[in-house]
């Protein structure tokens, strides 16, 4: 139906995904791509799960529907699993990518795609963003590895997106601390 | 906010592009009462008034009503004034609205289409500004981020235009478009204040050396003189809207008409909707095309006033074709948009076969997959000249 990619962030108010697609959006945006980046609102309250979309194509994107079949699906928070459907509609070849400090084979396991097509990886963004941040925010590992799963956004054009995009908004402690935390969770990201 | 530009293109959601606007139009007042989902419209308008980014007068007022009130005060008054809202916000403007057109007030405002309460819902359908679409204003919609920024733009000069002098409304899709990041190629400031010009209101009433009586009682001597020449400076827009699209093509590269029609010169059957939707229709209308089905579109982009005329030209070699309602007008003859189209048609020789559906109302979700099977049904009417089902809602 059209040469684009679809993404789904998956996970709970104040995470701050709807940020990770917005970041994600502005990078390949710099990249030369044509994007969309957009929140699904619910009844907002802080703890409730949230999902956020991008597509990113090479073209000018016409289609103003919901993400239904992502190819590529991001957990920030892996309590989610077995609350929200977070394999609806992903292709059997899609690229999961869970915030936990779980395995990818068992993390695959717990999501049930265990023997499937389907890559799974895993990495503690909880962690590296407490390391970098100080604070819980597995967003910002979460795009690093995502950058490493998929050759659709490079790490440079993340961080130079996030430095040049968020160099008014933030202090250069809090801009380095969220490049930092995107370098690490694409070295430490693992799976297959 | 800082906004950073790639290669000319910057990524912004259809509220910040349309504050963005608001900032380089910098209008003289702006009196405004947030609602989801225009809100930020309203929060970015109010940091760039904050920043003195514009030397806009920012009234916040305690509803919607009065924000119209204060437009009306202040348009009177000689200021080019701009607001934004959305669904009860435009409901409650409702009396205030026909004051605003009544005394042919260039007022700008900003919809971004949500549904109306009961049951409360805030997310996406056209059931506010087709409510309001017999109340004097014109009324352009947007299909992307893009679009919606460069009609408010040619909004301001299209009700100032002497010939016209009457409010306009740029309506985009709540959350689909107001919240969604997607590609905009921003015009620079100055060409932005160049296009738009100096506002020189042909009445004001703190002009005291030229005084003028604005909003009296007329009766039965001369309101219906007055709704006459309101009724006629609302069909010269027409042209002025053809006018400033043009122009706005020639210095930005991006031209609009009245409507735009997407593979539609030897379609046999066609869909006619507003809006975002219509981004998603054709990308059917491709797969379609791609099996080599003769399918196309028709998308208004000007709903008021209606190019009846225009729009039955556009349509009449389809055999059949299907218009699509975000809103339903509750018993009437199908949706707002199929009245006009249908009725548009009747005046050709050959009329297409029209049928009408409702859509996505409160946000529902439009697929392509929609969109196709509305294609299925209007192919087979097409090929038959038999209509099954006149009426009815989709994607339930």
């Known amino acids: 139906m059209g040469n684009y990619i679809e993404v789904r962030w998956h996970g709970r108010a104040q995470q701050g995904v709807v940020t990770a697609a917005k970041v994600l959006g502005e990078a390949c945006l710099r990249s030369g791509k044509y994007v969309q980046a957009f929140p699904e609102f619910g009844p907002e309250r802080m703890g409730a799960p949230v999902r956020a979309y991008n597509r990113v194509s090479d073209e000018p994107i016409r289609l103003h529907c919901q993400v239904s079949d992502p190819g590529y699906v991001l957990i920030a928070d892996s309590t989610l699993i077995g609350t929200v459907n977070v394999t609806e509609g992903a292709p059997d070849d899609a690229v999961f990518i869970v915030n936990t400090h779980k395995s990818s084979e068992e993390m695959r396991k717990e999501l049930g795609l265990a023997g499937k097509k389907a890559r799974v990886f895993t990495l503690d963004a909880s962690r590296i963003s407490l390391d970098t941040l100080g604070r819980l925010m597995p967003n910002t590992p979460l795009l690093g590895a995502l950058a490493k799963a998929t050759g659709f956004v490079t790490l440079d054009a993340l961080m130079e997106n996030f430095k040049e995009n968020y160099s008014k908004k933030f202090s250069s402690k809090v801009i380095e601390g969220n490049v930092e935390a995107m370098k690490r969770g694409f070295s430490e990201a693992k799976g297959e | ?62 509803s919607e009503h009065s924000a119209m009130s204060a437009c009306i005060g202040a348009s009177a008054a000689g200021a080019r004034v701009m607001t934004a809202t959305s669904a009860q916000g435009l409901a409650l403007m409702w009396e205030m609205l026909y004051v ?122 001369s309101y219906i003189e007055f709704k006459r020449q309101q009724s006629e400076a609302m ?162």
């Open chain 2, 1 to 62: 906010m800082a906004i950073t530009m790639t290669k000319g293109q910057a990524g912004l959601t259809g509220n910040s592009a349309i504050a963005y606007a608001m900032k380089q139009i910098n209008p003289d007042v702006s009196p405004a009462y947030p609602i989801t989902p225009s809100t930020g419209i309203v929060e970015e308008f109010s940091s760039y008034v904050a920043d003195g980014a514009v030397e806009t007068e920012l009234i916040t007022v305690e």
């Open chain 2, 100 to 221: 605003a057109s009544g005394m042919r007030l260039p007022i700008v405002l900003t919809d971004v289409n949500r549904a109306l309460s009961a049951p409360i819902n805030i997310h996406c359908d056209h059931s506010d500004t087709m409510g309001a679409r017999d109340a004097g204003w014109i009324q352009l919609y947007s299909e992307t981020v893009q679009e919606a920024y460069d009609n408010l733009i040619q909004a301001v000069r299209i009700a100032e235009n002497k010939n016209v002098l009457l409010p306009a409304m740029v309506c985009l899709d709540g959350f689909i478009t107001s919240h969604a990041i997607e590609n905009i190629t921003l015009i620079d400031d100055a060409a932005v204040k160049e296009f738009v010009g100096e506002y020189r209101p042909v009445h004001s009433l703190l002009d005291t050396d030229n005084p003028v009586t604005m909003g009296a009682m007329t009766l039965q001597d």
């Open chain 2, 235 to 396: 069909a010269r827009a027409r042209d002025v809207v053809i006018e400033v699209g043009r122009e706005f093509g020639k210095k930005f590269g991006r031209a609009y008409g009245l409507f735009e029609t997407y593979r539609l010169d030897d379609a046999e059957a066609a869909i006619v909707i507003l809006n975002s939707a219509a981004g998603t229709t054709k990308v059917a209308v491709d797969e379609l095309r791609k099996q080599g089905r003769k399918v196309g579109l028709l998308r208004p982009r000007l709903f008021r006033p209606f190019p009846f005329a225009e729009i039955a030209e556009a349509l009449k070699n389809v055999k059949a074709l299907a218009v699509l309602d975000r809103a339903d007008s509750m018993s009437g003859f199908g949706g707002p948009v199929f009245n006009e189209v249908r009725s548009a048609l009747y005046e050709l020789e050959k009329r297409p076969r029209v049928i009408s559906r409702i859509y996505g109302l409160g946000g529902r979700d439009y697929k392509v997959k929609d969109a196709l099977a509305v294609f299925d049904d209007v192919l087979k009417i097409a090929a038959t000249g038999k209509v099954d089902t006149l009426q009815k809602y989709i994607t339930l």
